[in-house]
């Protein structure tokens, strides 16, 4: 008996995803993870999906902006996400316009190279980015709390330096690197 066979043979068997390394990566944090897995796969209860189901009146978004709340505006169309996601993009010296959020997947996917430690801090970032997002929507949504972009932004940082401070890649910020270490308040060895 080979307990990897049991699982191989009771496993579903499908093709992998795209952007299952985008997701599961090392080094990771499971919960982020696993919150943007849910928002690629767009299964996270968004207004506009609670209010198709008459479990809510207004679908209206949580971050006061006029719009109704769907996971394309969240992430990252509201003004409050684009505000946070292009502070957070800065980090990762990445200069260019927010894209809507099945490209930025896509864009994220097709610039997962082989650079360790810039793949690493972009791939945490955005899992730590819709994680804090979706916390401080909940936050708002069922404890009435609010933060202020800022707040969420050194919530983020914190989350990433904190992780990156026990990575391997973090031996990777060499000359090259070295801003990517200022913008994140990461220090390295370097080589």
């Known amino acids: 008996f080979s307990t990897k066979r049991a699982w191989d043979s009771v496993k579903a068997s499908a093709p992998k995803v795209r952007w299952v390394n985008l997701v599961w990566h ?6 982020h993870a696993f919150c943007l897995g849910l928002a690629i796969l767009s299964a996270h209860r968004t207004r506009d999906k609670l209010l198709s189901l008459g479990l ?11 719009e109704n709340e769907s996971e394309q505006h969240l ?11 292009s502070t957070v993009l800065n980090k ?3 200069s260019r316009q927010i894209l809507p ?29 819709i994680y804090h997002m979706w916390l401080e929507r909940n936050r708002r949504a069922f ?18 330096t904190s992780k990156m401070a026990g990575s391997e890649n973090i031996l990777d ?11 994140w308040g990461i220090t390295g060895t370097g080589h």
């Open 26 to 31: 090392p080094p990771r944090i499971s919960k």
């Open 56 to 66: 809510i009146h207004s679908a209206l978004c949580l971050f006061n902006c006029g």
């Open 75 to 85: 992430f990252f169309e509201c003004p409050y996400s684009q505000h946070i996601w």
């Open 92 to 94: 990762c010296n990445i």
């Open 101 to 129: 959020w099945p490209q930025e997947i896509q864009w994220m996917i097709e610039h997962t190279g082989d650079n360790k430690l810039p793949q690493a801090l972009r791939n945490l970032a955005l899992a730590a980015t």
């Open 143 to 160: 404890k009435n709390s609010f933060l202020p972009p800022a707040s969420i932004i050194t919530k983020i940082q914190c989350d990433v």
């Open 173 to 183: 910020l060499d000359e090259h690197h070295h801003s990517l270490g200022v913008n």
